[in-house]
């Protein structure tokens, strides 16, 4: 059998990924796109995933190329853009693909961190235009109640505290502290860096909150025993309803003319 990878577990669960995970603020993308001020130009998205952010850009008339590595991820996302021409699929990992032209944007959500370090930002570089924007960005939550959030943390630590470092809260930390800030400050090719912090709630049943859990890659990789036992705690101990604050982090770098 062959090993599984982190980074490749989510196509094993590509329709309640796209049926569950959370989009992003419509103010993100107003501020990516005048950040970027495309005028016409295309944008290329880097791990698309089930096309959540890359419908986001084109319903605002931008032309994506849109770049996801799993074959049953991309299926999705072709038929979540199946009536968008101005959609391109590629299945293709963002270390292999040569684009043919400049884009005017590079957008990655939810994914960079996947992305191969030695490699990533010099492939930016190249595939932008000089002034063009680098927009990444990523959901985090956690639930509303600091008691819950005890309850739940309680939990992983009996039952699965190998993945502790992955499930605690983060979202308070300043973002000039947080990767990929101290990377990109380092980086020749970009400039104008900025981050932003978008709010907002969603409120989930307690079969969906542990149905969104299944669909990360922390608990993608637990052995489905424990993964199956901590869901059935989580739902026992949440009643019917949860409120998730949520907090979508966005870092903006302009490509330098160098």
Do not use: C, K
Not at 15 to 42: K, N, Q, S, T
Not at 117 to 145: E, H, I, Q, S
Not at 155 to 165: C, E, G, K, N, V
Not at 185 to 194: E, I, N, R, Y
Request: proline share 6%; aromatic share 8%.
């Amino acid at each position: 059998m062959a090993e599984r990878v982190r980074a490749r577990v989510f196509g094993e669960v590509a329709d309640e990924y796209d049926r569950i995970r959370p989009g992003y603020p419509a103010a993100l993308v107003d501020d990516v796109l005048d950040h970027a001020r495309l005028a016409g130009a295309p944008a290329l998205e880097v791990g698309a995933g089930t096309g959540r952010a890359t419908v986001a850009f084109a319903e605002r008339g931008v032309a994506v190329t849109a770049l996801e590595p799993d074959g049953a991820m991309a299926e999705v996302l072709r038929r979540r853009v199946a009536d968008r021409p101005d959609v391109t699929v590629a299945v293709t990992a963002f270390e292999d693909y040569r684009p043919a032209r400049p884009f005017g944007l590079l957008f990655s959500a939810q994914a960079w961190h996947w992305t191969e370090p030695a490699v990533r930002w010099r492939r930016a570089a190249a595939a932008l235009a000089p002034g063009g924007t680098l927009a990444l960005f990523w959901n985090g939550d956690r639930p509303a109640d600091p008691e819950v959030t005890a309850t739940l943390l309680d939990l992983h630590r009996r039952r699965a505290p190998q993945i502790l470092p992955d499930v605690e809260p983060v979202h308070d930390s300043p973002l000039a502290a947080a990767w990929p800030r101290e990377e990109l400050v380092a980086q020749t090719d970009f400039g104008d860096l900025s981050e932003r912090l978008y709010r907002w709630e969603r409120t989930l049943t307690a079969q969906d909150y542990t149905a969104n859990l299944s669909t990360h890659s922390a608990y993608r990789m637990l052995d489905e025993g424990t993964r199956v036992g901590l869901f059935r705690a989580i739902t026992d101990v949440l009643g019917e309803r949860i409120v998730v604050s949520m907090a979508t982090a966005l870092y903006l770098a302009r490509r330098l003319d160098n």
